[in-house]
């Protein structure tokens, strides 16, 4: 699981980044051949604006679902049906409070191992 925190360049950790358009470094989700969810947290008070994600090819499973749980569990984000071997521009703006969860679900296992990469683009307030 990798954690991703936010804050404004050289500046301590827990400051708040502020209406600065920001995009994180790629993060790649490793899912093994036999599992068919890989998960990483986001810690960050800010708002997203777009989500690049790519998912490699993969031999079974035939599609993957992207979604964001806020820190009480709640699904605050879902897109369904996203197709393997491509690389996807979401259009989503939603708050993140916190420690959020992102997780990449397959439809059945991948047959391989494989790692989805997802940048996120935020703002802060």
Request: charged fraction near 15%; proline fraction near 5%.
């Amino acid at each position: 699981m990798t954690d991703i925190k936010i804050t404004a360049p050289n500046d301590g950790a827990g400051k708040k980044i502020h209406k600065t358009l920001v995009m994180t470094n790629p993060v790649t989700v490793a899912i093994a051949a036999g599992v068919a969810v890989g998960s990483f947290t986001i810690n960050a008070t800010a708002l997203t604006h777009t989500i690049i994600l790519k998912i490699p090819t993969f031999t079974n499973a035939e599609t993957v679902t992207f979604s964001i749980e806020n820190s009480n569990g709640d699904e605050i984000y879902s897109e369904e049906s996203l197709a393997k071997n491509t690389t996807h521009v979401l259009a989503v703006v939603k708050p993140l409070v916190g420690e959020s969860t992102v997780k990449i679900t397959l439809t059945g296992t991948p047959g391989d191992a494989i790692e989805p990469e997802i940048i996120f683009y935020l703002t802060g307030n």
